[in-house]
């Protein structure tokens, strides 16, 4: 399927656990891996010099003085260029910049302030001049950003790049379709990121749900859970949005392990162990785990599979997950891979979405799993 004019094709590949996309930046095309997050609606990178950024593991950190393409926006001349209707952007009229700061859950955070730049897609070699944030401040608490990356690359479903959310990829490159495969990340493959164009058939859908209160992200329409031939015994309104358009279920790139509320959790989980035969959980998992098993030397160990239906319990809208997609092998553990939190939300992480072939299409509100696509 192409939708207009194709417009960027880069390449994808996991770095140290995360999806990356590859790009060159600016007029010495340096190249810079962003992290694949459709949770969010900004593209920043590191931007040197800079006062407190993190150390890249494989690409020095972008600096915006040695670059002829580069240009650091007025937003006191060009309202357009800093939307302040979103709480995180603001012009500071004195320095006649606009300031970002995005905090993430994880409680990390970027500042720093939009410019523009010329980007160059690694496979087609197309070249687009976007806003995006020069990075000054990465920061955090236990948690910091992977070096295996520069900066993200937001992939928000808004497209209209005069409302807020208009700073993602998408909207700036004005795509209603675009499409990417998350390689196993074990596999040493790499795959594709493209807009316009759909690179896959789409054997199984979801829909788009559109949320007024949250309009960026992209939700859809999980019905159902089965583990093995057991279903998750919770009605289909546990994932529809209540009065105040909370709950729901986000995919979302940026985080690897999907989180459920506590207490579906629970019950979720509770089923897992209870399908798990011949392997005795240990009694102090790894990290921040609760359901771990210990590895057996020689062994090879089969996990339940999980189902994910969406919209019906048909075969045409279940996504199967199974093995690395279900459990990690962390060190000697074989650990669950979902949790639990604390909020109505669910987010539909990286982890379970390995080797599957995605394609958002925002204007028919529609997205596609093809399993196996990259690997």
């Known amino acids: 399927m192409v939708r207009g004019r194709a417009i960027g094709l880069t390449t994808t590949h996991s770095a140290e656990g995360e999806l990356v996309a590859s790009f060159l930046i600016g007029s010495e095309f340096s190249r810079t891996y962003l992290l694949v997050d ?3 609606d900004l593209v920043w990178w590191q931007c040197g010099p800079c006062g407190q950024c993190y150390k890249q593991i494989y690409h020095p950190i972008y600096n915006s ?4 393409t580069f240009q650091k926006i007025d937003c006191t001349k060009d309202n357009s260029s800093c939307i302040t209707e979103d709480p995180a952007f603001k012009c500071i009229e004195k320095m006649r ?38 990075g000054k401040n990465q920061n955090g608490g236990k948690v910091m950003f992977s070096g ?7 992939l928000s479903r808004r497209v209209n790049p005069n409302d807020p959310g208009g700073y993602s990829l998408p909207s700036q490159l004005n795509a209603t379709l675009f499409a990417f495969c998350l390689p196993s990340f074990d596999s040493g493959e790499s795959s594709i990121l493209s807009f316009n164009k759909a690179p896959w058939p789409g054997a199984r859908m979801a829909k788009l749900i559109p949320n007024y209160r949250l309009p960026q992200l992209h939700f859809v329409d999980l019905y159902t859970i089965f583990i093995d031939d057991k279903e998750v015994p919770v009605k289909p309104s546990w994932w ?3 009065k105040n358009f909370n709950g729901g279920v986000i995919v979302d790139t940026g985080t690897i392990i999907t989180h459920f509320p506590q207490d579906f959790y629970i019950l979720f989980r509770d089923i897992f162990r209870s399908e798990v035969e011949d392997l005795q959980m240990v009694d102090n998992p790894i990290e921040d785990f609760d359901t771990c098993y210990q590895d057996i030397d020689g062994s090879e160990v089969y996990f339940p599979v999980v189902k994910l239906y969406f919209g019906s319990k048909s075969p045409g809208s279940m996504l199967f997950l199974a093995q690395e997609r279900v459990v990690l092998l962390i060190g000697d553990q074989y650990c669950l891979a979902f949790k639990g939190w604390d909020k109505e939300l669910t987010l539909l992480g990286s982890n379970q979405l390995q080797a599957v072939g995605l394609t958002f299409d925002t204007s028919e509100n529609t997205l ?8």
């Open 148 to 154: 295996a990356y520069s900066g993200i690359v937001g």
């Open 65 to 68: 003085t040695a670059s002829k």
């Open 38 to 40: 459709t949770g969010t």
């Open 368 to 375: 596609t799993f093809d399993l196996d696509a990259c690997d």
């Open 240 to 242: 529809q949005f209540g």
């Open 97 to 134: 910049y606009c300031r970002y700061d995005i905090p993430y859950a994880s409680g990390i955070q970027s500042v720093g302030f939009m410019a523009s730049e010329v980007i160059t897609f690694t496979s087609d070699h197309k070249s687009q001049r976007i806003m995006f944030g020069c």
